[in-house]
C-alpha cells in the first residue's frame, strides 16, 4: 500500500487551529506582564496543567520518532521499552513538584545559578537555547508532513506553514495562552489514539493478520537491538525530560503545590496511555505500509481509517507538534530575557521591557 494524500483529512487539521488560534486571541486578552506571559500568572489549575505538560512533553519526535519509529522499525518490545524513561522521569517530577514550585524560577539555568553561581547559569543558558533551536526546527517539519500528506504540498513548504503557525501561537499571548490551547489538544490526542486502536486492528484484519504480515524480529521482546542500543534510545529521553525548562515552566505556573502533583499525576496517566496506543497503530501500519519511510507510519494509518477517525487521529498528530513547538518557542525566548538579555545585558529591565523582549 502507498501513501496517497487525502485532502478531506485537511479540514479537521484547519479545524484544530481555528479553535486553538481563536482560544489563543481570547487568552492574550489576559495579559498584563510578563509573569503572565511567562508562567500564566502562576494560575494553572491540576487539569490545564496536566493537559499542558503532555502536549509539550510528545511532539514530533514521538509521531515521526521515537515510539512510532520503534515500532515500525523494530517492533512492539522496542517502542514500549522507549516510554520509560518518560514514565520514570515524570513520577520524579512529581516526588519534587512542590520544591519545583516553591522556588518560583522561571529557567533552568536560575535554579542552577542558586548552588552553582552566575557562570554555571550562563552556560546552562547557552546550551538550552541551542539544544532548543534543533528541537524547534523538527517540529516545523513535523508539520510539513502532515500538510503533504492531507494535501499534497511539499514539505519543504509545509514547514514554511508550519513554522508560521507556531509563532504566532507562542507570541500571541505566552504560556497564558498556550497552555488552554494544550489542554484542549491533549484531549484531542488522547482521544484520537484511543480511537484509532480499534480502528486500525478492524482494517488491519485482527492481531493475527497483522503478525502474518510483519518480519519475524518485530515480535521479540527487543526486536533485533542489542542491549547497548537499546540504550542509545532510552538515556537520552531520560536525560531530557529531567531537565526539560518546560516541564520545571509549567509546574511553577501551578496554583499551587498541590496543585502541581496532581497535575503531574495526570501527565503520567496520559503517558501510560501513550505508551501503549502509539507502538500498535505504527506496528499495525507496518503491516499495512511496509515500504514507507517509518517516520510516517503513524501519519499514513489516517490514510486508512474510517474518515471520521483518521481525521480526529491526523488532528491530534498535528496538536502533538504544534503545542511542542510553540512551547519551546516559549521556553527559549525566557531564556533570551531572563537568562542573556535581563542578566547580563540589562539588569534593570522593567517588567513592561521583559514582556517586548519575551514576545519578540
Known sequence: MEIVSKPTLLYFVIGYIVAIVLMGIYYSKKIESSEDFILAGRTLGPIILMG??????????????????????FGLGPAMFFGLPSLIGVIFLFTIAEKIRGLNKHTIPEILEINYGTYARGLATIIVFLSYVGIIAYQYQGLGFILNVTTGLPVDIGTIVGAVIMIVLATMGGLMSVAPTDALSALIIVTGLILGVPAMFSVAGGWSNIVAKLPPDHLKLTGNLTGIQMLGYLIPTLSLILADQNMYQRITAAKGGKEAKIGVAGWLLGMIIINFTIPFISLTARALFPDIQAGMALIASTLVMPTIVGGLLIAAIAAFIITTGDSFLLSAATNITFDFYGKYINPNLTDAQKLIITKW
Do not use: K, P
Open 52 to 73: 499542558t505538560m503532555l502536549a509539550t512533553w510528545c511532539g514530533s519526535g514521538t509521531v515521526t520518532g521515537g515510539y512510532n519509529s520503534l515500532a515500525y522499525s
